[in-house]
């Protein structure tokens, strides 16, 4: 499968941006699809999941903030990002996974493909 992001700008503080990752392939259903995100000169990590039943899973900094959801129809999942922070500011990515097992959602070892990143700027 190969996985593609976009959606990310320039928000300020408050404001709200929307980020689809669109999937190729067959089977997409079947593929667990986690968002991270990396900022300059930091690790990249972990923000939500959603599994294949389209259960979430979010990083307690953005819970209440941000939701994940997916259509398999259309082979995308969106990443729902409102009231940004400045500490929000990094480049996101997606990445899925047909073999991922739940203990290992939160780590990016566990997927095995990746997008080419959006980045998110928020401004203060």
């Known amino acids: 499968v190969q996985l593609q992001a976009y959606g990310g700008g320039l928000v300020q503080a408050g404001g709200s941006l929307r980020l689809s990752c669109a999937a190729s392939?067959?089977?997409?259903?079947?593929?667990?699809v986690g968002w991270f995100r990396q900022a300059p000169e930091k690790e990249r990590e972990f923000v939500a999941a959603i599994s294949r039943g389209a259960h979430s899973t979010l990083v307690d900094s953005v819970k209440g903030r941000f939701s994940i959801t997916r259509d398999n129809a259309k082979n995308l999942v969106w990443l729902q990002m409102n009231n940004l922070k400045p500490e929000d500011t990094a480049v996101y990515y997606c990445?899925?996974?047909?073999?991922?097992?739940?203990?290992?959602?939160?780590?990016?070892?566990?997927?095995?493909?990746w997008g080419q990143g959006t980045l998110v700027t928020v401004s203060s």
């Open positions: 990445a899925g996974s047909n073999t991922i097992i739940t203990s290992s959602y939160r780590s990016t070892s566990g997927y095995r493909y």
């Open positions: 392939g067959r089977s997409f259903s079947s593929y667990v």
